[in-house]
């Protein structure tokens, strides 16, 4: 780690171009964020980082998770795999935001959040998209990224559990009584973005491992969720189902798209091929400006 507080490693560009040489760019800050652990949230912002890059966008990548920092491990684990079998796998401009050491909590808000202002800095003179994986837990961080975030992508696993960080349902009827403490701080975000004349954060969430199977308790937690997003505002989309190869995939470093690259030994299936479907459609579903004209080749 850096004195400054920061890690970093990986780089996207294989002209060396580095911030001191590139111009000032317009770039979108997408946050990948919950306050519960277990929804997939490293693995959506791992695939959709490596989805941008072979779209050919310059993407940055930021670790806010100072704990289980699942997100820098799994680029640590690719870049290890590039190593070893001498692949030219795309990798994001990787920065990793440390929590503060200082007693005091202003100074030490203070010094977190200039170390994240540097390194969105330092990204975005270089990258088109920054993706942020935030806590999985309410800290002054995770604040700051979903107050900095353009889009803002919530995984919840599909189940009341899950639901109850979004919104309080009647015990009998299932029905939304009103938005739930992550929703109330989503919309605290979103009128810090308003006073401050950013442009509106546009929210989504993805339903995380559904069941193939149309169970009723499936089908109300739809209910609830079609409910709620047009009350507090934000948008449905399908996530990732429960598949063993997001599990087997984390150690190798790899996505579902790097599959047929050199030295992978994962036999491609058909399972595979709907699993790249659903990472297509959450892709095409946030509705990126930077990829309105692009080919998607997921």
């Known amino acids: 780690m850096a004195a400054d507080g920061f890690g970093s490693f990986g780089s996207a560009h294989e002209d060396g171009t580095r911030e001191n040489d590139a111009a000032a760019r317009p770039c979108r800050i997408i946050t990948i964020g919950n306050e519960k652990g277990g929804a997939g ?47 030219r796998l795309p990798m994001p401009d990787m920065i990793r935001v440390d ?64 639901f109850d960080l979004l919104g309080d349902v009647n015990p009998q009827t ?18 810090t973005r308003a006073q401050q004349r950013k442009r509106p954060l546009d929210w989504i969430v993805m339903r995380n491992r559904t069941s193939p199977l149309e169970a009723r308790n499936k089908q109300k937690v739809g209910e609830a969720m079609d ?8 948008r449905i989309a399908p996530g990732l189902s429960e598949r063993v190869i997001y599990r087997e995939l984390f150690p190798a470093g790899l996505t579902l798209l790097d599959l047929t690259e050199k030295g992978s030994n994962f036999a491609f299936t058909m399972s595979h091929v709907a699993a790249r479907q659903e990472l297509r459609e959450l892709v095409l579903m946030l509705k990126l400006p930077e990829l309105a004209d692009a080919d998607l080749v997921i």
């Open 227 to 234: 409910n709620l997003s047009k009350r507090v505002g934000f």
């Open 41 to 87: 949230k490293s693995t959506v912002a791992m695939h959709l980082c490596i989805a941008l890059l072979r779209q050919g966008k310059r993407v940055g990548a930021i670790d806010l998770d100072v704990r289980q920092r699942s997100f820098t491990r799994y680029l640590e684990n690719r870049y290890r795999w590039i190593e070893t079998t001498s692949s």
């Open 99 to 162: 929590a503060s050491a200082l007693r005091s909590l202003d100074e030490a808000e203070a010094e977190e959040a200039n170390r994240l202002e540097a390194a969105i800095k330092r990204l975005s003179t270089v990258c088109d998209v920054i993706i942020i994986d935030a806590p999985g837990s309410d800290t002054f961080l995770s604040r700051l990224a979903h107050e900095k975030a353009e889009t803002l992508i919530t995984p919840l696993n599909d189940s009341f559990v899950d």
């Open 174 to 191: 299932l029905q939304v009584l009103r938005p739930s403490f992550y929703s109330e701080m989503v919309w605290s975000c979103r009128k």
